[in-house]
């Protein structure tokens, strides 16, 4: 389905960064949008193309409720994860709680929204976006969960071979640094733990893309708009690198 022909979308992990910017980039294509964050109400209408539901990614029984409520109110046309709770810091600084919730939400959140949405956007020739991350490619030691964007590569190929034979469409996009409440946090997380500056930080974590600046969530919210387009049909079953150059373009 294109952006002209808009449909309906869930943004999963839509009410800030990434997910907020693709919610709101749809909107105005003429899409209408489901918004979803850890709270919220179940399915409530905001007006007349916005509604809002609250989901917890950790729930598998909770994903399949409020995926049912959405599909009372109207089919999908496309999914959109993009949830996180992945925290900066090395295998010897984070702890087994931060492990776990990561693992919940990024991993196993991704997982089960996949299994709940795909059958029926296979049907309707929809498409599933999982928003991943550079960091799947590029190893850090003080990036240590960027192993969880590995497995999410996986998952989204594997995924792609099984579900777009059947009508679907299946993209992974992996943004580099980009300028959101995550991306603030994890600065000063890394300046902590270096003991350095969060300018010398924020430098280290986002100097690297070619325009030694954080990439806006717009642009990347532009982007996977356009893969719900025609333009999706050629990289259809592809994992885009969407980093402004940060790993220099080695990949």
């Excluded at 590569?153 to 580099?176: D, I, K, S």
């Excluded at 806006?216 to 387009?229: F, Q, R, W, Y």
């Excluded at 079953?237 to 969407?242: K, M």
Aim: charged share 20%; aromatic share 4%; net charge negative.
């Amino acid at each position: 389905m294109s952006s002209e022909q808009a449909g309906n979308a869930w943004i999963v992990g839509g009410t800030r960064g990434i997910g907020q910017a693709v919610a709101d980039e749809l909107w105005q294509r003429g899409w209408t949008v489901v918004i979803s964050g850890r709270e919220g109400p179940q399915v409530k209408q905001v007006d007349d193309r916005r509604w809002l539901a609250g989901v917890d990614t950790r729930d598998s029984a909770d994903v399949v409720r409020t995926h049912d409520r959405i599909l009372e109110r109207m089919p999908l046309d496309a999914v959109v994860n993009c949830a996180s709770a992945s925290a900066g810091g090395s295998i010897m600084t984070l702890t087994d709680d931060a492990w776990s919730a990561a693992i919940e939400t990024k991993l196993l959140g991704y997982i089960r929204v996949c299994r709940t949405c795909l059958p029926g956007l296979a049907a309707r020739g929809g498409a599933l976006v999982n928003v991943i991350g550079a960091s799947a490619s590029v190893a850090t030691a003080d990036y240590a969960m960027g192993c969880l964007g590995a497995a999410l590569v996986h998952l989204t190929r594997g995924l792609a071979q099984q579900w777009c034979p059947e009508g679907a469409r299946v993209f992974g996009v992996n943004p580099g640094p980009t300028k959101t409440e995550r991306l603030a946090t994890l600065i000063r997380t890394t300046a902590e733990q270096n003991q350095s500056t969060v300018e010398q930080a924020e430098a280290a974590i986002a100097g690297s893309t070619y325009r030694q600046k954080p990439l806006s969530p717009g642009s990347l919210a532009h982007l996977i708009a356009e893969l719900l387009g025609p333009a999706g049909e050629a990289v259809n079953g592809s994992v885009l690198l969407a980093d402004g150059g940060s790993t220099g373009g080695w990949i």
